[in-house]
């Protein structure tokens, strides 16, 4: 009796233990997931606690990785280049869903209404389309221009309406995936567009898309309120002009920021950022920065850019000041600055510094930095707010 | 000992219930409150499966009621009439604190590091500051012009770099307080800023404060990036006019819409919503619609402005093309429509039709109506987004 008394209570605890492994109620608005490439993991992170809660290894190449965000903000879905897709929850800090999608993969994108994960891919190129909740495989959009050739994609972002926009960078081709229906893609093709489209975004809200040129210097663009208009060139000089002046990584176009009625740009080559109107897409002014701008992120108020640089001015980052258009602010966060990323309400950013692993998180207004986060090699910062965001 | 056993067994199973009171973990990005301001109660929605989950009474007067949320999404603070503040905890679907903190309140706001939640209130006049977790007052600040009268407070928002705008109706004066240390506010004020303000807001890049007036003609403008250059009055034609229109309901200015580089401005006392350039804050166009504007919103992508109406007009909603300025689409969610609420990337708008009892769903694409969410006399909808928002 006495045995069978205290199976019972290890049943019960067991019970107990079991029952319970769901963890303690908890919102999902103020995480995030840093990349440590080197190590295949992602630190699991709480801004309003400024720490790390949890590591979740086991997802393979995460060089040049992306996430995007359900819209109820528990899942990441982490594009790795190795092809791998996984779906992370936040909640149970924990692998949900794993894939191996393709051979070589450049990032992703989320639908408007969260039920599509699409994947842009270098081998095979194209575009593959997931169901966000069991990943299974919905569509699958080769890169094939009408000439038979094959593309590496590039450049995809989300747009209103369920579409996708992305860049063909093999065949100088802009296409528009209307996902509507996800099984029957409806396919938009612009072609002639500038050659070899490296890059691409969309504007903030979601009515242009723009994609940078590895060919000749400018940038095509296309109007997604009036596709039927067609692509356009602008900004005829950007670029590696014709100098040809050793570009050290070529910047990302996601970092472009849309401030004060203006776009940031991060020069190509030279140690200046750009200051473009945006309504006739002409360039406005220059800016002197430390060194080759590589992202160049506006506060979510637009107030202020920091900007970080490429090798071998990468231990710095410095803060423009939108209405004067001056740099205002030099920081050190330490060695190789990969990425920043700024809380949904922009009292804070965090800033990754590779070789220090370290992320270290600044108030934006005094510039004092309140935390630093250990972390092995950390690359890319994401935030849940993400989920809320047009064009990403 | 067969009592004691059973008596083991029923303490582990009561072990068993309490450990696991908590409920499945979910995310909160897509969850909301919708006000049922006639029963006291909220609903709490979840705008994924597009259906009520549960509903939280006790809530007081919550005519003119407004809901501001925590950083992490899980806390939703409802602030009602009769000057009581409702904390309510969205994943436990139930009421964590509630206090009276006035006689008559008019709103409220959140401080952009989440930690302050700040009321406006009519009785006495003032704006009362608490802490975020426990609802602690740590400040009370009095509005007092300096000839020593009182005010009623209206038109409060948040700012960046913990600060809150508001207005003082019975005084013509604005105040910026700086809460950056809660119990010792830093008050910036401005007089003589035009008659009776009635209500204000901050533009969504955390920019401008607005303030509509009821005693003349204008709305009063502070540059809050330039507080030092003072306040100044724009848009001089915008009020009642000189032939005093009957105006059935003033329209509330969170309702100002901004688009495509201009502001959709709702109309007082006529039926047209007006287009205001951002850049000069001068009137551009006026667009006829069906009745007198209440609330002109922008879809998160700027696309569509849409607008509801005051009595008796006031069981339809339209569409507005911003590329166009045209009205493009009429619907009718039933009778007494209150308010509307886009989700975070604007693929639906939730609508309240109070004497219908129903919000009603539509695709912001196809204007379909995707589902029908039976409330009680639902006035304000309220998403978990509006966490990651400047100006609300």
């Given at each position: 009796?006495?045995?069978r008394?205290?199976?019972?209570?290890?049943?019960?605890?067991?019970?107990?233990?079991?029952?319970?492994?769901?963890?303690?109620?908890?919102?999902?608005?103020?995480?995030?997931?840093?990349?440590?490439?080197?190590?295949?993991?992602?630190?699991?992170?709480?801004?309003?606690t400024?720490?790390?809660?949890?590591?979740?290894?086991?997802?393979?190449?995460?060089?040049?990785?992306?996430?995007?965000?359900?819209?109820?903000?528990?899942?990441?879905?982490?594009?790795?280049?190795?092809?791998?897709l996984?779906?992370?929850?936040?909640?149970l800090?924990?692998?949900?869903?794993?894939?191996?999608?393709?051979?070589?993969?450049?990032?992703?994108a989320?639908?408007?209404?969260?039920r599509?994960?699409v994947?842009?891919?270098?081998?095979?190129?194209?575009?593959?389309?997931?169901?966000?909740?069991?990943?299974?495989?919905?569509?699958?959009?080769?890169?094939?221009?009408?000439?038979?050739?094959?593309?590496?994609?590039?450049?995809?972002?989300?747009?209103?309406?369920?579409?996708?926009?992305?860049?063909?960078?093999?065949?100088?081709?802009?296409?528009?995936?209307?996902?509507?229906?996800?099984?029957?893609?409806k396919?938009?093709?612009?072609?002639?567009?500038?050659?070899?489209?490296?890059?691409?975004?969309?504007?903030?809200?979601?009515r242009?898309?723009?994609?940078?040129?590895?060919g000749?210097?400018?940038?095509?663009?296309?109007?997604?309120?009036?596709?039927?208009?067609?692509?356009?060139?602008?900004?005829?000089?950007?670029?590696?002009?014709?100098?040809?002046?050793?570009?050290?990584k070529?910047?990302?176009?996601?970092?472009?920021?849309?401030?004060?009625?203006?776009?940031?740009?991060?020069?190509?080559?030279?140690?200046?950022?750009?200051?473009?109107?945006?309504?006739?897409?002409?360039?406005r002014?220059?800016?002197?920065?430390?060194g080759?701008?590589?992202?160049?992120?506006?506060?979510?108020?637009?107030?202020?850019?920091?900007?970080?640089?490429?090798?071998?001015?990468?231990?710095?980052?410095?803060?423009?000041?939108?209405?004067?258009?001056?740099?205002?602010?030099a920081?050190?966060?330490?060695?190789?600055?990969?990425?920043?990323?700024?809380?949904?309400?922009?009292?804070?950013?965090?800033?990754?510094?590779r070789?220090?692993?370290?992320?270290?998180?600044?108030?934006?207004?005094?510039?004092?930095?309140?935390?630093?986060?250990?972390?092995d090699?950390?690359?890319?910062?994401?935030?849940?707010?993400?989920?809320?965001?047009?064009?990403?």
């Amino acid at each position: 009796m006495m045995l069978r008394f205290r199976y019972a209570l290890a049943l019960a605890a067991l019970g107990w233990l079991a029952g319970c492994a769901s963890p303690q109620p908890r919102g999902t608005g103020d995480l995030g997931l840093v990349i440590e490439r080197a190590a295949g993991r992602v630190q699991l992170v709480n801004t309003t606690t400024r720490s790390a809660i949890a590591v979740i290894a086991g997802l393979g190449d995460l060089s040049h990785a992306s996430v995007v965000y359900s819209r109820d903000g528990r899942y990441g879905y982490v594009f790795g280049r190795d092809g791998g897709l996984t779906k992370i929850d936040l909640l149970l800090a924990r692998i949900d869903k794993r894939i191996m999608q393709s051979g070589n993969s450049i990032g992703g994108a989320i639908s408007q209404d969260g039920r599509l994960v699409v994947a842009a891919n270098y081998e095979p190129g194209g575009v593959r389309v997931f169901d966000a909740q069991t990943l299974e495989l919905l569509a699958d959009i080769p890169a094939v221009s009408a000439s038979g050739r094959m593309s590496k994609v590039v450049g995809l972002a989300d747009a209103p309406g369920q579409r996708f926009v992305y860049s063909l960078f093999d065949t100088d081709e802009i296409w528009i995936a209307d996902l509507t229906e996800p099984r029957a893609p409806k396919l938009q093709k612009f072609t002639d567009i500038g050659r070899a489209p490296y890059d691409g975004l969309v504007t903030p809200d979601g009515r242009y898309y723009l994609a940078g040129l590895f060919g000749e210097d400018g940038v095509a663009l296309i109007d997604l309120w009036q596709p039927e208009k067609g692509a356009r060139k602008v900004l005829r000089d950007y670029g590696r002009g014709s100098e040809k002046l050793p570009v050290y990584k070529m910047p990302h176009l996601r970092g472009w920021a849309v401030a004060n009625g203006h776009a940031y740009l991060p020069a190509i080559g030279r140690n200046e950022v750009l200051v473009v109107d945006l309504a006739t897409w002409t360039e406005r002014a220059r800016i002197s920065v430390h060194g080759q701008p590589v992202f160049v992120m506006a506060r979510p108020d637009g107030r202020q850019v920091w900007v970080n640089f490429a090798f071998p001015n990468n231990s710095a980052v410095q803060v423009i000041d939108t209405l004067r258009n001056q740099v205002v602010k030099a920081l050190e966060p330490g060695r190789a600055v990969l990425h920043l990323e700024f809380t949904p309400r922009g009292e804070a950013v965090w800033v990754s510094a590779r070789d220090d692993h370290r992320v270290v998180v600044y108030d934006t207004k005094t510039f004092e930095a309140l935390a630093k986060v250990e972390a092995d090699s950390p690359s890319g910062i994401f935030f849940t707010s993400r989920a809320l965001r047009i064009g990403f």
